[in-house]
């Protein structure tokens, strides 16, 4: 059964999974692991060093399909136990979404797309990938690092988090222009492959869009009111 207002920590974890298995994925993210039975949303995460109250936004967040910032940030989140989340949400999709959708794109096109198509769509997925991982290694070594001091008290003079905010291109977009070069123009019969290829595209997409709206309506706005209190 569906819940139609906000989780709370008093909530069972197990409930909210059943009821929203795309959580999982935010779960995995927090370093929470499955297993844990009957406990409540509050007994999971202390268990496993989890800011409660961060998990909580963000799942309500994404459940509640909001994309506006939330009120009261700095009381929502914890930007150390945010960072750990975003940094997770990085090496997933590069360390195993990406390489596994490179294979098995590689496979659905080898047997029914001319040379020169597969090479094509395989060029272009590429170069997805590379502005992807060029997106997140510059939140890695640059904003993260920079969040972190401001955390010690130590605020940087020739930056500011209006900067990443400003270059904050939503990387989602070249896997819709992917997704639609495939729908409109793979040649031969579709597949079981193919179809799951396509599937895991349009996951992917969606995944992208929450990462980061994530970013922009929980990350940058808690670093703003950050900043102003240094």
């Not at 202390?46 to 309500?60: A, E, H, I, M, W």
């Not at 900043?227 to 240094?230: D, F, G, P």
């Given at each position: ?30 370093g ?42 700095n009381k ?16 997933y ?13 590689t ?5 029914n ?111 703003l009111?950050l900043?102003?209190?240094?």
């Open positions: 059964m569906y819940k139609k207002e906000a989780y709370r920590e008093t909530d069972k974890m197990f409930d909210l999974i059943s009821n929203n298995y795309s959580m999982l994925l935010v779960m995995s993210r927090f929470i692991e499955p297993g844990f039975g009957e406990k409540t949303i509050g007994e999971v995460c202390r268990q496993d060093k989890v800011d409660c109250c961060t998990f909580l936004t963000v799942v309500n967040f994404l459940i509640q399909k909001r994309n506006t910032p939330v009120e009261d940030i929502c989140i914890s930007l150390e136990h945010i960072i750990v989340y975003l940094h997770n949400a990085h090496d999709f590069l360390k195993f979404r990406l390489p596994h959708l490179r294979r098995k794109l496979e659905a096109t080898k047997d797309c001319p040379e020169d198509v597969a090479f094509a769509i395989t060029k272009f997925f590429d170069e997805y990938a590379c502005e992807v991982d060029k997106h997140m290694m510059y939140e890695e070594k640059i904003v993260f690092p920079y969040v972190r001091n401001l955390l010690k008290g130590k605020k940087n003079p020739k930056y500011n988090i209006s900067i990443f905010h400003r270059r904050h291109d939503q990387i989602e977009s070249k896997i819709t222009e992917l997704k639609y070069l495939l729908l409109k123009y793979y040649p031969g019969k579709g597949s079981n492959l193919f179809n799951s290829v396509l599937f895991d595209i349009f996951s992917t997409e969606k995944d992208l869009t929450t990462h980061n709206q994530i970013e922009n309506n929980l990350f940058t706005p808690a670093i009111e900043e102003k209190q240094i």
